[in-house]
């Protein structure tokens, strides 16, 4: 099996597209057309994981967080993010990142996760992405309508929000005239024709619009076929930042934090005066979300769960909610068993293992 099968599949759960500006998600180091022997997960890909790879025998390394996020100027070994390149090219291993574009997905994402070890229900994204849909037009024959709606819905086209195989048609007359070269479906070369034709329009992921257009052409009967991709000022619902879930019975604010220790092994929870006697709805986003903040307020939400705030940011929450603010590493870590498990599920013979290495830089005194 060759690294690329690997990525491809993880790619077609968290599109590369879906990741934000600063990112630098994908294959880092490595041939793609590389036989793989095997995958260490990890949540940095630090000089150690690297050596760690090499001890275990295998030659791919997959991260959440990319080791390289600037570009490299220089490669002699002057910081860790150096050596580690150094390292992995040294010993033909290949290091492959899957970061914000897993953070931003919905389903098998970073924030479902969270949500699926704290036993949250009716999950929704807090902060849903625009401009990342686009509507497909194309003009049919009657007799054709049918296949041709069909085949766009099966390559991923016609999702909005919990349903799926949605269009509108609507009925018109198409003219043409081909020249003496061509083989029209209908009419004669050279004769103008008139054709009762209908109108799809379906919505398409824009990362997904490439093969939606190629099914969509496939199924269509005319050597020419016309349509319009027109972008989208719409949220997406099923893509963006945070989570928003409830609880199936609300519960106290300490109860709550409790829960959240155990679940994620942290070593101490920075948070603020709980404003509300019960928890029902959590907002929650791994990693750094204090930018969420507004979103997560706004939500109706009586806590959000995340990392990395500051100091004034923790005013910011003015009794309306209360932060509760775990850690990066342990608001992450469980990612490597997120990774571990997407993989075993598609590849079940595959050799996948969790590194051994704790890459926290965080240490906590008690």
């Known amino acids: 099996m060759k690294i690329r099968e690997i990525t491809d599949y993880l790619e077609g759960i968290a599109p590369l597209s879906l990741q934000e500006s600063y990112d630098n998600a994908g ?25 760690e790879a090499k001890e275990k025998g295998v ?13 490299l100027k220089k490669l002699n070994g002057k910081n860790y993010v150096e050596r580690a390149v150094i390292l992995a090219i040294r010993h033909d291993i290949a290091i492959y990142a899957i970061h914000t574009n897993l953070d931003n997905v919905l389903e098998q994402g970073v ?78 070369p050279g004769k103008p024709h008139l054709e009762a034709e209908q109108r799809i329009e379906v919505i398409v992921p824009a990362h997904q619009s490439a093969g939606v257009i190629r099914a969509m052409i496939v199924a269509h009967p005319y050597e020419e076929v016309a349509y319009d991709l027109y972008e989208l000022k719409n949220t997406w619902d099923r893509t963006g930042s945070g989570l928003i879930g409830d609880f199936p019975e609300a519960i106290e604010p ?28 959590v907002a929650l986003c791994g990693g750094s979300g204090s930018f969420l903040l507004p979103d997560a307020i706004r939500s109706g939400a009586q ?13 910011d929450a003015d009794s309306r909610l209360m932060i509760a603010d775990i850690g990066h590493y342990e608001a992450e870590y469980f990612t490597i068993e997120l990774l571990h ?6 590849f079940n013979t595959f050799a996948v293992i969790f590194s051994g290495i704790h890459t926290n830089p965080i240490k906590y005194f008690c």
Do not use: W
């Open 27 to 51: 294959l880092i180091v490595g041939d793609p057309n590389a036989e793989v022997r095997g995958a260490l997960v990890c949540l940095d890909s630090t000089p150690e994981v690297i050596l």
């Open 59 to 71: 030659n791919l390394v997959i991260a959440h967080h990319p080791i390289v996020f600037g570009g």
């Open 111 to 188: 924030n479902e996760k969270i949500a699926e070890k704290l036993g949250l229900e009716n999950l929704r994204i807090l902060q849903p992405k625009k401009g990342l849909l686009q509507k497909l037009v194309v003009f049919a024959p009657e007799t054709h309508v049918d296949a041709v709606r069909e085949a766009m819905f099966a390559a991923g086209a016609g999702h909005i929000g919990n349903y799926d195989s949605c269009s509108f048609s609507s009925g018109g007359q198409g003219s043409f005239r081909g020249d003496l070269n061509t083989n029209p479906h209908v009419g004669e």
């Open 254 to 281: 300490n109860d709550f934090l409790a829960l959240v220790k155990d679940r994620f092994s942290t070593g101490v929870i920075r948070y603020t005066e709980p404003a509300h006697p019960q928890i029902r709805t």
């Open 303 to 315: 806590v959000f769960l995340s990392s990395d705030f500051k100091y004034h940011q923790f005013f």
């Open 341 to 346: 498990d997407l993989i075993r599920k598609k």
